[in-house]
């Protein structure tokens, strides 16, 4: 019964370690997009 549960929580935790990463990784490709719009609209004004 221990085995199950401890089995059970690092599957949580490996779970919940993916989503953090692919919410790091989409807030970098967001803020990635930001910065190109920025620097397309500073080409453009010149």
Do not use: P, Y
């Not at 059970?8 to 919940?16: D, F, K, P, S, Y």
């Not at 790091?24 to 010149?46: F, L, V, Y």
Request: proline share 0%; net charge negative.
């Amino acid at each position: 019964m221990t085995r199950l549960i401890a089995t059970a929580l690092l599957l949580i935790a490996g779970t919940a370690a993916l989503a953090g990463c692919n919410t790091m990784a989409g807030a970098g490709q967001d803020i990635s997009s930001g910065g190109h719009a920025i620097t397309n609209s500073a080409e453009e004004a010149k």
